[in-house]
């Protein structure tokens, strides 16, 4: 059974930075593409940062310039480096990857349980 385990959220203070990591585990064929989307109470979950395998990556323009994601493919994780991090970005972020799993033919989308960060003074 595939999981996606999310660490390192936590309360922080506008202008500070905070790393997110991600950790998928279980019966792994491979793994596309993963990522980071973040939602906040009321609202709907967005895409933050996204990471294919040969490390190519694209992200929100609300966070171009702030937030660098990176991959290790051999560890089948992801971080999410967040700087410079204001009020606005106090969301709970969630791991995201696409994952085949041995024997399947089509991949299945999984997410992690998600992590709350807390930007405030």
């Known amino acids: 059974q595939v999981q996606l385990v999310e660490s390192g959220g936590g309360l922080v203070e506008p202008g500070g930075s905070l790393t997110l990591s991600c950790t998928a585990s279980?019966?792994?064929?491979?793994?596309?593409?993963m990522g980071w989307s973040r939602q906040t109470p009321g609202a709907g979950r967005e895409l933050v940062a996204r990471?294919?395998?040969?490390?190519?990556?694209n992200y929100a323009d609300f966070v171009k310039g702030r937030f660098t994601i990176s991959r290790d493919n051999a560890k089948d994780t992801i971080w999410l480096q967040m700087n410079s991090l204001q009020s606005d970005d106090t969301a709970v972020y969630y791991c995201?990857?696409?994952?085949?799993?041995?024997?399947?033919?089509?991949?299945?989308?999984?997410w992690g349980k998600g992590t709350l960060v807390t930007v405030s003074s």
């Open positions: 990471i294919a395998a040969d490390g190519t990556s």
């Open positions: 995201n990857a696409y994952i085949w799993e041995p024997g399947d033919y089509v991949g299945d989308d999984y």
């Open positions: 279980g019966k792994i064929f491979s793994i596309n593409y």
